[in-house]
């Protein structure tokens, strides 16, 4: 099973930007969609941005024309580029499988966006 680290996050001020990188340990070649997903605190975890091996994307409307979801197959990297950054973006930030469903999760990278 591929395991998958999580960083770059941190604080940063409402407006501001940050990317995120998701390294694993083997090949993600196979897996079908990879995702980022999000926890605010005291809510359920939500799939935010997700791509296709091809690299065809897919948002969700909170973050639609903000943030950019792209995968390195080569290198075993997926990233998410945060622009315009609100403080209702402030939430621990996790990669994983969409497809195939995810199966066990990192410990994410928490974003605290301040106003």
Known sequence: QVQLAESGGGLVQAGGSLRLTCAA?????????????????????????????????????????????????????????????KPDDTAVYYCNSVLPAPRSWGQGTQVTVSS
Do not use: C, H
Not at 31 to 45: A, E, H, L, N
């Open 25 to 85: 340990s083997g090949s993600i070649f196979g897996i079908t969609v990879m995702g980022w997903y999000r926890q605010p605190p005291g809510k359920q975890r939500e799939l935010i941005a997700r791509i296709r091996s091809g690299g065809a994307t897919d948002y969700a409307d909170s973050v639609k024309g903000r943030f950019t979801i792209s995968r390195d197959n080569a290198k075993n990297t997926v990233s998410l580029q945060m622009n315009s950054l």
